[in-house]
């Protein structure tokens, strides 16, 4: 009985820890956007604002430049996500339902791309966009964005596939359902928890992204807010109370969808880890 209780105890504090460790930087982080700048260097700061103001948040909000960040992340963040959606139900229905040669070897294949540092894709794809004339425009974003989270949103989505019961579409053929019908019909109304998982990731993928479009965006046309708050940073030094409020402004959106979408990730998680 004790070592049950001391075990148990021993699991809390650990998860307490791990929780604190991952919190208290954001935490942080809200206090020193709440800060004046002669508080924020002052000696012996301290977690809770002693003169408390907004000024760092009016700073942010009357900036239009920064409010146009704002919009190119929301818009590639969101057109991300319907585009890979819409691919990754094709594809996965495709690699579950359908027989063809090489059908393992090419799903190894998409997986094995996402295992590549993402360094290693930054010469390849700025060539390619390049090519294309894509570099500094919205779409190079989404289109760099789709393929980078494309292997992991496949292989949950035909995992989730996988676990459904194939009757149903046999059934859905014998009343006259055509493959297009199975899909829309009867497969993608099933597929509910494992889109909000795929579509969250890819969402959250998107709208954190940093590296690439510090490579592909050149201007406020397309850059996006995590690029934008690098500029907070410059030779004169750390302009950390805008630097702080602007980053939680950016992390409010991410965490609510997050939080309201968080039952259906779980779901789609282990559902789509049934079969694979």
Same mark, same amino acid.
């Given at each position: 009985?004790?070592?049950?209780?001391?075990?148990?105890?021993?699991?809390?504090?650990?998860? @307490?820890? $791990?929780?604190?460790?991952?919190?208290?930087?954001?935490?942080?982080? $809200?206090?020193?956007?709440?800060?004046?700048?002669?508080?924020?260097?002052?000696?012996?700061?301290?977690?809770?604002?002693?003169?408390?103001?907004? *000024?760092?948040?009016? *700073?942010?909000? %009357? %900036?239009?430049?920064?409010?146009?960040?704002?919009?190119?992340?929301?818009?590639?963040?969101?057109?991300?996500?319907?585009?890979?959606?819409?691919?990754?139900?094709?594809?996965?229905? @495709?690699?579950?339902?359908?027989?063809?040669?090489?059908?393992?070897?090419?799903?190894?294949?998409?997986?094995?791309?996402?295992?590549?540092?993402?360094?290693?894709?930054?010469?390849?794809?700025?060539?390619?966009?390049?090519?294309?004339?894509?570099? %500094?425009?919205?779409?190079?974003?989404?289109?760099?964005?789709?393929?980078?989270?494309?292997?992991?949103?496949?292989?949950?989505?035909?995992?989730?596939?996988?676990?459904?019961?194939?009757?149903?579409?046999?059934?859905?053929?014998?009343?006259?359902? @055509?493959?297009? @019908?199975?899909? +829309?019909?009867?497969? $993608?109304?099933?597929?509910?928890?494992?889109?909000?998982?795929?579509?969250?990731?890819?969402?959250?993928?998107?709208? %954190?992204?940093?590296? +690439?479009?510090?490579?592909?965006?050149?201007?406020?046309?397309?850059?996006?807010?995590?690029?934008?708050?690098?500029?907070?940073?410059?030779?004169?030094?750390?302009?950390?109370?805008?630097?702080?409020?602007?980053?939680?402004?950016?992390?409010?959106?991410? $965490?609510?969808?997050?939080?309201?979408?968080?039952?259906?990730?779980?779901?789609?998680?282990?559902?789509?880890?049934?079969?694979?």
């Amino acid at each position: 009985m004790f070592q049950k209780t001391s075990t148990t105890i021993s699991i809390y504090l650990l998860a @307490g820890l $791990i929780t604190a460790f991952a919190i208290l930087p954001f935490l942080w982080a $809200i206090s020193t956007s709440f800060k004046t700048e002669a508080s924020i260097y002052s000696t012996g700061a301290s977690f809770i604002p002693q003169s408390p103001t907004l *000024e760092n948040y009016r *700073e942010i909000l %009357n %900036n239009g430049t920064m409010m146009t960040y704002f919009v190119n992340t929301v818009v590639v963040s969101a057109a991300t996500t319907v585009i890979s959606l819409i691919i990754a139900v094709l594809g996965a229905y @495709g690699f579950s339902r359908y027989k063809f040669p090489g059908q393992g070897s090419l799903l190894i294949s998409i997986l094995f791309t996402r295992m590549l540092p993402r360094v290693a894709l930054l010469v390849p794809f700025y060539v390619t966009l390049s090519t294309l004339g894509l570099i %500094n425009t919205k779409a190079g974003l989404v289109l760099v964005y789709v393929i980078v989270g494309m292997p992991v949103a496949i292989w949950l989505l035909k995992g989730f596939i996988d676990a459904l019961p194939y009757e149903v579409e046999e059934a859905a053929v014998v009343d006259g359902c @055509g493959p297009l @019908g199975v899909l +829309f019909q009867v497969i $993608i109304p099933q597929l509910k928890p494992a889109l909000a998982a795929v579509g969250m990731y890819t969402f959250i993928l998107a709208w %954190n992204e940093f590296l +690439f479009p510090l490579m592909i965006a050149k201007d406020s046309t397309t850059r996006p807010i995590s690029v934008a708050l690098a500029f907070f940073i410059d030779e004169v030094g750390v302009k950390w109370g805008p630097l702080m409020a602007a980053s939680v402004m950016m992390s409010i959106p991410a $965490i609510i969808v997050f939080s309201l979408a968080q039952k259906y990730i779980v779901k789609g998680l282990s559902d789509g880890a049934v079969k694979g």
